[in-house]
């Protein structure tokens, strides 16, 4: 299985999109920042989005269509799936 994924801070105002193929390993190393880089700077530790896909190259393309997409409707989407922007990391697993 593999995940295109969105994560946020606790102000909602930096989002992150990314792909794995495990999202309770990467969710964690998010939320302990255990991996340097983009999420780890603007302390994006909020799991508010995901989709799963049976197909890598299916969950590539999804990640690099929702990275195109405008603030506004990365937004939407959000709001769609998880209406108060909860953290849904403890519904995994």
Do not use: C
């Not at 990467?26 to 880089?37: A, M, W």
């Not at 709001?79 to 909860?86: S, V």
């Amino acid at each position: 299985m593999y995940y295109v994924y969105m994560m946020t801070n606790w102000t909602n105002n930096v989002l992150y999109i990314g792909v794995t193929n495990d999202l309770i390993r990467r969710t964690f190393e998010h939320k302990t920042k255990t991996v340097p880089g983009f999420t780890q700077r603007y302390n994006l530790n909020k799991l508010v989005y995901f989709e799963d896909f049976t197909n890598i190259n299916q969950a590539i393309d999804r990640e690099k269509q929702l990275k195109g997409w405008k603030r506004e409707r990365k937004n939407q989407l959000i709001n769609d799936f998880n209406k108060d922007w909860l953290d849904l990391s403890g519904m995994l697993g």
